[in-house]
């Protein structure tokens, strides 16, 4: 059965982790011969789109000056009617039958859910943080770098209180006024499915009142090059034929590697500060991010910290494949953090914090080493453990090697399995 396909997010463009799965996911079911249109904010940086070149405006809340200005961009922001128009246009003329929304809130707005509801097309939601649970959708208060559930049972005034979004009470309380808002009007359970990447994140967002029979978990896929065969990946074949680039010579010798966003949640300046008393450990950082800038000058000056930038594909995949282990050092919950799939994947144990799903995915002792998110001792302790011990690495990478990874080609039989589950429920009502 060929599908249409609305995939639905606020970026169309390379932006985090949300966006390549949302890219990557409707390029293979384009490739399986379905029709797969986007629908998001418009920006010149897109590289998805629709055929009907309608899109929501671009709001950036972040930049908007003055108080009247910002108040009137952020009810915008709760319940965009511009966007619901836009995205009406699609749907009249694509006329999909699946509609399936990644992160929609601030930007687009949950507003749109109704739209879609009066086209009468199934909604599927991947939730890819906890914006259903959360008002600012993170648990965590970078300001004051802490995690927070005092939003919990509704009580959503904590978000005012704690300046929780971008330490401004303005933002804050649109943030806490949008979630008392939908969960007011039950808007949430209007959509039909919801895919959670972790137990985690399905335990909160039904803790938050969406109906537990509306929660499925499926785990991300591992976007792995030639991935289908598991010997592949075991035996990293499929990583021979994409060299490391001789600008810089960064694999010689042993190395543990952090890689990912290099953001203040992610724990890289607590890493940086274990390493710089840990001489003996080679570490290399790979990504970009707000604290890039920090990040290379540290390692500057830190003769045992290399900082490679930003690296994807073939090239990224082989200095995972290659180093000792990777380190997971995240200060807030994680989902189902990518970066300890794909090192798994890859048979390269992980470090992690206990920080929500992580834990999930690495059994402690077994196929990489849990430890007390936040508790930087607990962490030197852990790096210079797997360090010292060769035949434990070796024990881990076998481990790894075990895991059966959810690959592209899997994780969209399911997606595909679940949009015809909904449309056949749709058809006999």
């Not at 200005?69 to 952020?74: A, F, S, V």
């Not at 030639?226 to 490391?244: F, G, R, S, V, W």
């Not at 290379?296 to 290399?306: D, T, Y």
């Amino acid at each position: 059965m060929q599908m249409k396909i609305l995939m639905v997010n606020k970026f169309l463009y390379q932006n985090g982790g949300a966006e390549n799965y949302v890219i990557r996911l409707g390029q293979y079911l384009e490739l399986l011969g379905h029709q797969v249109q986007y629908f998001g904010m418009e920006d010149e940086k897109n590289i998805v789109g629709n055929k009907s070149n309608s899109y929501a405006p671009h709001v950036d809340f972040r930049y908007a000056k003055g108080s009247l200005k910002k108040i009137r961009m952020g009810f915008e922001t709760i319940y965009s009617r511009t966007a619901c128009s836009a995205i009406g246009k699609v749907l009249t003329d694509f006329a999909p039958d699946i509609v399936h929304l990644n992160n929609i809130n601030f930007q687009i707005t949950p507003a749109i859910i109704y739209e879609i509801k009066k086209h009468d097309i199934p909604i599927v939601q991947t939730l890819h943080d906890v914006q259903i649970a959360c008002p600012c959708h993170r648990f965590y208060i970078e300001h004051n770098g802490r995690i927070c559930e005092e939003c919990r049972n509704g009580a959503y005034f904590h978000c005012i209180k704690n300046k929780c979004l971008h330490n401004s009470i303005l933002k804050s309380a649109l943030a806490a006024l949008e979630s008392y808002y939908y969960h007011k009007r039950d808007t949430y359970n209007l959509v039909d499915m919801y895919i959670c990447p972790s137990r985690f994140i399905a335990e909160k967002t039904m803790n938050a009142g969406v109906d537990t029979k509306k929660l499925k978990v499926i785990r991300n896929f591992a976007d792995i090059i030639a991935d289908t065969q598991k010997e592949q990946a075991k035996d990293n074949e499929n990583l021979k034929k994409y060299p490391i680039s001789a600008d810089y010579n960064i694999t010689k010798g042993k190395y543990a590697l952090y890689f990912g966003r290099l953001s203040k949640e992610k724990g890289i300046l607590s890493l940086l500060q274990v390493c710089s008393e840990l001489p003996e450990i080679h570490l290399i950082i790979v990504g970009s991010g707000p604290l890039e800038k920090i990040v290379r000058e540290k390692s500057e000056f830190l003769p045992n910290v290399q900082y490679a930038g930003y690296k994807s594909g073939g090239e990224l995949q082989k200095l995972i494949a290659d180093a000792s282990f990777s380190i997971c050092p995240s200060e807030c919950y994680e989902n189902c953090p990518l970066s300890v799939v794909e090192a798994q994947t890859l048979g390269t144990p992980v470090i992690g914090s206990d920080f929500g799903g992580t834990k999930e995915l690495i059994t402690h002792g077994k196929n990489g080493l849990l430890y007390k998110g936040g508790d930087n001792k607990q962490l030197k302790n852990a790096i210079l453990t797997l360090w010292h011990d060769d035949s434990l690495i070796k024990a881990m990478r076998a481990e790894c090697h075990k895991i059966t990874p959810m690959v592209l080609e899997e994780y969209a039989a399911c997606i595909l399995s679940l949009y015809q589950k909904l449309c056949t429920e749709k058809e006999a009502k």
